[in-house]
């Protein structure tokens, strides 16, 4: 299996949870960490390859979307198939935590979609 997540600074902590347990029940190939910097030290694993979303140039600070709640790690998610050269890859947010097996979701055939998504609907303010 071949994982993207994104994850910012505040979160560099907890992601090592978040893979120690993704790995631990799971057999994985790849995990691509698009973060702000050039690499989390206390994660070492030669199967995680971190992605400095800083060096996009085509994510412009100047997007009329950029000065609101999005932030360029939002934005980076929408250029996985610029940046990632795979045939397929399963997004976890940084705020999942895998407790078991996700093949069965890996191996979903998704016919000619090119994506599958799950709605997150919003909590009214």
Not at 33 to 56: A, G, S
Not at 59 to 68: G, L, R
């Amino acid at each position: 299996m071949k994982i993207a997540m994104a994850c910012s600074r505040n979160w560099y902590f907890y992601q090592a949870t978040n893979l120690y347990a993704l790995f631990k029940h799971n057999n994985i190939e790849k995990v691509y960490m698009f973060i702000e910097d050039d690499n989390i030290p206390y994660l070492k694993d030669d199967r995680i390859e971190f992605v400095n979303v800083n060096q996009f140039d085509y994510i412009k600070i100047t997007s009329p979307n950029y000065q609101t709640f999005y932030t360029k790690l939002t934005f980076a998610r929408c250029y996985f198939s610029k940046v990632l050269k795979e045939d397929k890859i399963l997004y976890l947010d940084a705020d999942t935590l895998v407790t078991d097996n996700i093949e069965e979701l890996w191996n979903i055939d998704l016919k000619d979609n090119i994506l599958a998504a799950v709605h997150e609907p919003r909590r009214m303010e």
